[in-house]
């Protein structure tokens, strides 16, 4: 198995060599790493959706489509001479040696809660330089989705103490929010419209961090809902002949509810 596994990487990695030689692909040999990163984001939300349709043969293929575009920004380094693939699985190996101490080192754990707490702390240590450099949301990926990224700033903020103390409170904060964009839509000013529905957003995902609720997680549930109902829309439309732009919102509401029914 490890013989075929090697065998594999090693082709992989030549048919890389060989799409970007002289002789090689044009659009390949004119890929730039942020070309490649913004690929990269794309395959791996496919992993995501081949993981919740729960097909093996599709998460190996999206996985294969991942791995690939890790592997071309490997060999792109590698040709300006700041790193190979090889150093980008020696520094993983390190940082997953180092934050498994219960693992490959002394220390002792009761539990999994143990188990994050012990990685928190080693992850904080490792990042400790840049925070006594800077503000504590320092180190945010600024190309990370803003939900997440909305997310990982109230955490960080949360933990120094800036936060509501319980999910009422949020909750307060919602309603102060839908008012204050209420208030916005009827003065038509498109800015202030903009800038408040930002806030909500934000409260939002504040609620999603007291709740423990993933807040990419809920949207995409509710788009899988939004387009299972939808398409039960147009199916039920198609056998009259009809398409969604023939029907009354009436009579397309009703569907709705139909398909709500049938879940």
Known sequence: M?????????????????LK???????DRQQKKPDVGRYLIEEAYEVIDAI???????????????????LFLAVLSDEKGEFDISDVIDVISEKMIRRHPHVF?????????DILSNWKKIKAREGKKELENGSLLRGIPR??????????????ASKEGFDWEDTGGVLEKIDEELGELKEAISGGKKDRIENEIGDMFLSL???????????ENALRSSLKKFTTRFSFIEERLEKDGKSPRDASLKEMDSLWNMAKRTE
């Open 2 to 18: 490890r013989d075929q596994q090697k065998h594999s990487f090693s082709r992989i990695l030549k048919i890389i060599d060989r």
């Open 21 to 27: 030689a002289p002789d090689g692909c044009l659009w």
């Open 52 to 70: 919740d349709e729960g097909s093996p043969d599709d998460l190996k293929e999206e996985l294969g489509d991942v791995l690939f575009q890790i």
């Open 105 to 113: 080192g002394d220390t002792e754990v009761r539990d999994v809660d």
């Open 143 to 156: 190309s990370m989705p803003p939900l997440m990224t909305a997310k990982k700033i109230t955490g960080r």
């Open 205 to 215: 995902v504040n609620l999603c961090r007291f709740t423990e609720t993933d807040p």
